[in-house]
């Protein structure tokens, strides 16, 4: 082989090393471009899945402030019958001394009842006469004509006292309404 032929296959050997070499940094260039996708792809999964984890946390806190602050709702929904029977046991009038104590001994009860449902946050809806109705804590169960004394949308008379507990309403007022 002369030396021409020689310089020639050696650089033909050459050309093939460097194509070898850029068909392997291609390949090279090629896996590097998945792995960084698949790295990418799994840091989004790793981000979407702290998210959700930190969303259930809000919600679980949130759910147990809400039970927390609503705990005595089925309690209470029981125990207003009881405080309406009272409360009509106290309008009754007494003419002897026994039914006096009587009297007294159940506003003691009804007192330390509606103690209690106070410490609880369960308060009287405001119903009396002349306050103006509110669709949203009074039930109008029945309407009268307005008059100068009594303007349209106000309460003339309460049938049943409504509660609340917070801003929930457990049981709303049952009023006559002027219109």
Known sequence: MSEKEQEF??????LKDLENKEADAADEQSELEKVTAEKE???DQYLRAQAEI???TKRNRLERETLQRYRSQDLAKKLLPAIDNLERALATEVSDEQGAGLKKGVEMVLESLLSALKEEGIEEVPAEKGTV???N????VQTVAATEETPADTIVEVFQKGYKLHDRVLRPAMVIVAQ
């Open 41 to 43: 792809a799994l840091e």
């Open 9 to 14: 296959s050696e650089e033909v050997a050459e």
């Open 137 to 140: 804590v009074h039930h109008g």
């Open 133 to 135: 109705y509110d669709p």
């Open 54 to 56: 930190a969303n259930m």
